[in-house]
């Protein structure tokens, strides 16, 4: 089944403890994002991803890494989380950049304390 | 800056009735629209879309209206069913990079909450 799958559903942790949520895609896809949610935010992109090494900034990127070694995985990483990175977290995977939809994950509601 | 704006935050129809969702886009770049539909403690899941080549989409239910002179979509669902409560997201893809947009970015909206009720 073609999916994306992140990791973990759910996490509590407390300020300052690094921390990863990770995001596999097994549809062989380019382009890979995350993007966090908010209460009339909308979905917020945080990184993305156009191919293996090549990362770019999204629009809220601070306080966040990312990295890309292999096609499939594109982890988010949260060196120092603070409680305003308090988010429901999605992951997703696109073909490639024109006329294609884009795929998300399930999501991972992260609470900072 | 949000170059997507979904004015309405939140639709009430009844079931059966038509749910119009719109969307409003600033930049030219922009040339590929999806719409996705949310439920809550799920990821968002892709619903339509519309190449600017065309003026309307149809699939099912659900179609979707692009007026590009006017930088403007709506979403139609006709009958509504009170299993399409749910937030609706518009995004927008460029055909190129440029100042404001970036190559196989998705630009959303911040969605609107449709509610269908019996």
């Known amino acids: 089944e073609a999916q994306v799958t992140q990791n973990p559903r759910y996490l509590i942790t407390v300020t300052g403890k690094k921390l990863t949520v990770t995001c596999s895609q097994n549809m062989n896809h380019e382009y890979m994002s995350w993007y966090r949610q908010d209460p009339g935010l909308g979905l917020r992109q945080i990184y993305y991803?156009?191919?293996?090494?090549?990362?770019d900034k999204g629009d809220v990127p601070e306080g966040y890494k990312v990295s890309r070694k292999e096609k499939r995985n594109f982890p988010l990483i949260l060196e120092s989380p603070s409680p305003n990175q308090t988010s429901l977290y999605f992951c997703?995977?696109?073909?490639?950049?024109?006329?294609?939809?884009?795929?998300f994950g399930q999501g991972t509601r992260l609470t900072v304390v | 800056d949000q170059q997507v704006k979904q004015n309405s935050p939140s639709l009430s129809v009844q079931e059966g009735r038509i749910s119009i969702l719109n969307c409003d886009y600033t930049?030219?770049?922009?040339?590929?629209f999806l719409w996705y539909k949310k439920y809550p403690a799920e990821g968002p899941t892709f619903l339509i879309s519309i190449s600017s080549i065309k003026d309307k989409n149809e699939d099912g239910r659900f179609t979707v209206f692009l007026n590009k002179s006017a930088k403007h979509l709506s979403l139609h669902i006709v009958p509504s069913q009170p299993g399409d409560s749910a937030v609706y997201f518009c995004?927008?893809?460029?055909?190129?990079?440029?100042?404001?947009?970036?190559?196989?970015?998705?630009?959303f909206g911040r969605g609107t909450q449709l509610t269908v009720w019996p």
């Open positions: 930049n030219s770049m922009f040339d590929y």
């Open positions: 995004a927008a893809s460029p055909v190129k990079s440029d100042r404001g947009s970036t190559l196989g970015r998705l630009y």
């Open positions: 997703a995977s696109r073909l490639g950049p024109i006329n294609t939809e884009a795929f």
């Open positions: 991803s156009m191919n293996v090494e090549v990362t």
